[in-house]
């Protein structure tokens, strides 16, 4: 069965970091691509980042460029998300999710950026 357990959320004031971790089971992680998304409240789901099997491969939402870094470690099923200079407006819940199964997605985890 396929799941998706993200972890790594909190409190944070502005400017501070936090990373982000997503452990996927149920299939070959290591062939597929995967993305961070987030949901503020009152907002769309917005992609954050996307990051190809090999990991040779990023992308970037304009907000987040220079500030967060996706990354992957195909041995440990694990997708990472790098959060730096966090700014109140990147509260959200935090989701990873692959393309290639788009049904499944995990139970978030929820960031706040706040003083």
């Known amino acids: 069965q396929v799941q998706l357990v993200e972890s790594g959320g909190g409190l944070v004031q502005p400017g501070g970091s936090l990373r982000l971790s997503c452990a996927a089971s149920?299939?070959?992680?290591?062939?597929?691509?995967m993305r961070w998304y987030r949901r503020a409240p009152g907002k769309e789901r917005e992609l954050v980042a996307g990051i190809g099997s090999t990991g040779r491969t990023t992308n970037y939402a304009d907000s987040v460029k220079g500030r967060f870094t996706i990354s992957r470690d195909n041995a440990k099923n694990t997708v990472y998300l790098e959060m730096i200079s966090l700014k109140p407006e990147d509260t959200a819940v935090y989701y990873c999710?692959?393309?290639?199964?788009?049904?499944?997605w995990g139970q978030g985890t929820q960031v706040t950026v706040s003083s």
């Open positions: 149920g299939f070959t992680f290591s062939q597929y691509a």
């Open positions: 999710f692959t393309p290639s199964l788009p049904t499944y």
